[in-house]
């Protein structure tokens, strides 16, 4: 029958992640585009800049995308990683404590902080979009207070305690350390998405909450867990954002969870919930970085690089939109 | 339909459950008062009554989902008290809810073992994946563990919702209205499927308004009304009668049509031409004023795509319509309410009604324009105008403020129709208008059409059940894969020539494999 073939095209398409090869595909001819048109694009240097934007955005993109499978989402991520990062620097610079403790703070904080929005969300049963707005401006505010609006400063490479940045950042040699803790933690977190009940149950809570109740699951933990893991994500890209530019300053951070989410939302995460995936996500990551990276190779300043992000943002969303209509066709 | 297992049930068939005196109010709603319920071991026992009657809540208070106000349930001689799904679920009690609930985007294989798809932390697909198939397999089922719900159609969702309540081998198993969306041969693999269960030892309660059915399937039935309990009949005993006039109050007669009621020289007031789409082959048909066309055919034959192709929900791909007589452009459910067509959806919950709004907002949904000046809504107009309809039509709801959700399906129904009555829509196509309604409000529903089409409007029908069809309908469409097979006059159909043209590719698409 003509219909059952015309079906199977498109189920094949449906099955192989379209969305995830076209985030790629946009991936590589953007990289080829800025390669030819860009100064100094394809170089060692560009590619070391890249990786570096691309850290603590990713941590934030890791823990954000288990969110928003459950269909709900973290506004908070940006500056608790901030805050984190700022009250460490307070236990480095005045309790003097020791960096491997201060790093360890970083993430703590940065976790309560993911355990409140939990708790809040998923006891109280507030929306998750109020809830991690006011913990956006109660983590910008918290971090400011403890520190005193005192910039904080992390060691450098020179400095006693700079072992730290050759561990998290970059070795002496300049071998990108970043990177390899990005990398690690993907596979761990994809891992945990993938083949874990964690995985299922967010996936489930998004697609339909009611129904996951039904089944005896208890949504209120794991809501909790995810929200958790988030704040978790935040605290270790405050440890890489620490080490990759050493300085921090009070009352900022707030605007870089729109990173996070934009690059969720480029890799496919349906905003609706129960669809998403990490590949897509870190793919998403590096198209705002790439852009970024790109558009600074043709001389064109950061107000630009604002500009097209949005653009990219916008036209992945059509994109899976269109895509998810094709879906639908398949299945009348 | 299967045959009846005789199963012969004395008075020492072992009690394996009761509940006595079950009373629970909701807000403004007194659901249960002082219900009392009994299963015995092995046994079909179906619960009847009219929408809003008390049984999904009797039902759900037993899996767990609310908690009763008062009253105690007795299970295998211990009095039990379930916080939780999850507990009456491992206590051997489990139920197919009359709503889907399943996760749409996860797999088949991964919404049947949900809660369960592994001792400890880590899951394997693998594992489920082949637990799943041999389920599937000896349930007859033809799906992939792996597809994912949203892929499948109403009917193999609601086959994978059974399976997962089967998969639980539980003691008891309640199915909530079951079969509203399954098709005639699914229907029949559900009642082998039962047999199979009670032959075990199973009990199951059985929740439906098809009465043929529970005629075939139930050992026993109990009727209930106004959240009260009125009685238990041993089915063999039993007329249909007796159980109708148990719960209703009175008898319905119903007499099937005849003769087409509509002048052969009625003006048309719709009209398609080759209408065409990737599910819809070329289908062309016209309505005349005070008709009720029929759509017959199995489910999936394309009815509901024909509807939407009308109404502009859908793009065609050819095709023309015509309005009395007048070529018209619809390219969305706008134009087509514009030009006084409204579509009452087959799937209420997704596309008829905004759950969450009270039954005022959603009865005035289509008709705001019309109660509103300079943008500002005329609340007291609009509650007024409800209020008529929710008299006139015998909506339940205890005011016209309350939230659609909190009311039975059939009354969420008859909200929907009021909504397009409301809206004074001269073409209306009803699509499966009493899925899910109990025989009262179905006479109600039929009475208020014949009402319609006796003042001048015209009705297109489409409906799975066959008895409804043929009693309400001028004229029958048949349809199979897609296209038009048969048009016959009310005169000259019945349910056999129907089902020949319904199923006709069908045979031919078996004859090539
Ligand atoms: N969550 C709720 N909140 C408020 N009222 C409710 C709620 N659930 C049910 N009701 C009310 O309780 C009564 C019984 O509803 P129930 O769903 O049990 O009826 P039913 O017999 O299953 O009807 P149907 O055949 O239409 O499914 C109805 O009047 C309904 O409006
Ligand atoms: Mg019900």
């Known amino acids: 029958m003509v219909n059952g073939e015309k079906s199977g095209v498109l189920e094949a398409i449906r099955r192989s992640g379209l969305q995830k090869l076209l985030a790629l595909g946009a991936l590589l001819i953007m990289c080829t585009f800025f390669s030819i048109f860009g100064q100094n694009f394809f170089s060692h240097s560009a590619f070391m800049n890249i990786l570096d934007a691309s850290y603590y955005i ?8 288990f969110v928003i499978i459950t269909g709900g989402i973290d506004l908070s991520v940006g500056t608790v990683m ?19 403790f201060c790093l360890v703070v970083i993430v703590i904080v940065a976790t309560i902080f993911g355990l409140i929005n ?15 707005l006011g913990t956006q401006f109660i983590s910008l505010g918290f971090g400011s207070i403890v520190a005193e609006v005192q910039t904080q400063q992390y060691p450098t490479v020179n400095q006693a305690d700079g072992w730290f940045k050759t561990a998290f950042y970059r070795t002496q040699g300049g071998f990108p350390m970043g990177a390899v803790f990005l990398l690690l933690f993907f596979i761990a977190a994809y891992i945990l998405l993938t083949r874990t009940k964690l995985g299922r149950y967010t996936y489930a809570i998004g697609s339909n909450e009611e129904a996951a109740r039904i089944s005896g699951i208890n949504i209120d933990k794991w809501k909790v867990i995810v929200y958790v893991l988030s704040g978790f994500s935040a605290g270790l890209a405050g440890i ?17 969870e729109l990173y996070a989410i934009a690059a969720v939302v480029i890799g496919g995460t349906s905003l609706a919930g129960g669809v998403g995936s990490l590949v897509g996500s870190l793919i998403g990551v590096f198209i705002m970085t790439v852009l970024k990276d790109g558009l600074m190779s043709m001389n064109m300043q950061s107000q630009w690089q604002i500009f097209f992000t949005g653009v990219v943002v916008i036209l992945a969303v059509l994109l899976d939109i269109y895509r998810s209509k094709k879906a639908a066709q398949v299945k009348n | 339909m299967g045959e009846r297992n005789a199963n012969t049930l004395t008075n020492e068939s072992q009690k394996v459950l009761e509940m006595l005196g079950i009373d629970k109010r909701f807000q403004g709603v007194h659901a249960l008062k002082e219900c009392t319920f009994e299963l015995r071991k092995g046994e079909v026992h179906a619960l009847v009554g009219e929408n809003g009657a008390g049984k999904s809540t009797l039902m759900k208070i037993l899996t767990g989902i609310y908690q009763p106000d008062k009253g105690e349930i007795v299970y295998n001689g211990k009095k039990v008290h379930f916080r939780t799904a999850k507990e009456a679920q491992v206590a051997g009690i489990s139920i197919v809810h009359q709503e889907l609930n399943l996760m749409n985007h996860l797999t088949a294989a991964q919404n049947i073992f949900v809660g369960r798809e592994a001792k400890g932390f880590m899951t394997d697909d693998r594992v489920i994946n082949e637990r799943t198939r041999k389920l599937f397999d000896s349930l007859n089922l033809n799906i992939k563990p792996t597809d994912k719900i949203s892929f499948l159609t109403i009917g193999k969702a609601q086959m994978v919702e059974i399976a997962k309540a089967i998969s639980f081998e539980a003691n008891i198993l309640v199915l909530d209205e079951p079969t509203a969306a399954l098709t005639i041969s699914e229907t029949e693999e559900l009642f082998n499927m039962m047999n199979e269960l009670r032959a075990k030892g199973v009990s199951i309660i059985y929740i439906s308004h098809r009465l043929e059915e ?9 009727v209930m009304r106004d959240g009260q309990y009125v009685g238990t009949l041993v089915m063999k005993d039993a007329t249909l009668d007796q159980i109708i006039k148990m719960m209703v109050g009175r008898t319905i007669y119903e007499e099937p049509k005849t003769k087409s009621h509509v002048k052969p020289d009625a003006p048309v007031v719709l009209e398609t031409k080759n209408l065409s789409s990737p599910l819809v082959k070329d289908v062309s048909f016209l309505l005349r004023q005070g008709e009720i066309l029929g759509f017959a055919g199995l489910i999936g034959a394309g009815r509901t795509e024909v509807a939407r192709l009308v109404i502009g929900a859908d793009r065609r791909f050819r095709g023309d319509i015509f309005v009395s007589g007048r070529q018209v452009n619809i390219k969305c459910p706008k134009d087509a309410v514009s030009h006084g067509i409204g579509y009452l959806s087959e799937d209420r919950k997704r596309y008829g009604l905004a759950l969450g709004l009270s039954v005022t907002d959603n009865a005035m949904l289509a008709s705001l324009d019309d109660y509103a000046s300079s943008g500002f809504i005329n609340q007291r107009k609009c509650e007024q105008e409800t209020y008529k309809y929710i008299k006139s039509i015998d909506i339940k709801t205890p005011s016209s403020r309350q939230i659609i959700r909190n009311l039975s399906g059939g009354n969420q129904q008859k909200v929907v129709i009021a909504k397009w009555l409301i809206k004074n829509c001269d073409i209306l196509i009803f699509d499966e208008p009493t899925r899910g309604i109990d025989i009262g409000a179905k006479s109600e529903i039929y009475k208020l059409m014949n009402d319609l089409v006796n003042r001048g409007r015209s009705i297109i029908m489409i409906s799975s059940e066959l008895p409804e069809l043929l009693r309400m309908s001028d004229r029958i469409i048949v349809m199979c894969e897609g296209a038009k097979t048969k048009e016959l006059d009310i005169s000259e159909a019945d349910s056999e020539i129907i089902m020949k043209y319904a199923t006709l590719n069908d045979v031919g698409g078996k004859k090539h494999g």
């Open chain 1, 82 to 100: 901030m805050s984190g990062a700022l009250i460490g620097g307070v236990a480095y610079n005045v309790w003097h404590w020791p960096i491997a």
């Open chain 1, 240 to 256: 890489l954002y620490a080490a990759t530019y050493t300085t921090i300053v009070p009352q900022t951070g707030n605007g870089l």
């Open chain 2, 214 to 222: 529970i005629e075939v399937m139930a050992d026993r039935v109990t």
């Open chain 1, 58 to 65: 990713g941590f934030m993109a890791i823990g954000q995308t």
């Open chain 1, 118 to 132: 939990g708790l809040l969300i998923a006891k109280l049963h507030l929306p998750p979009f109020i809830v991690t």
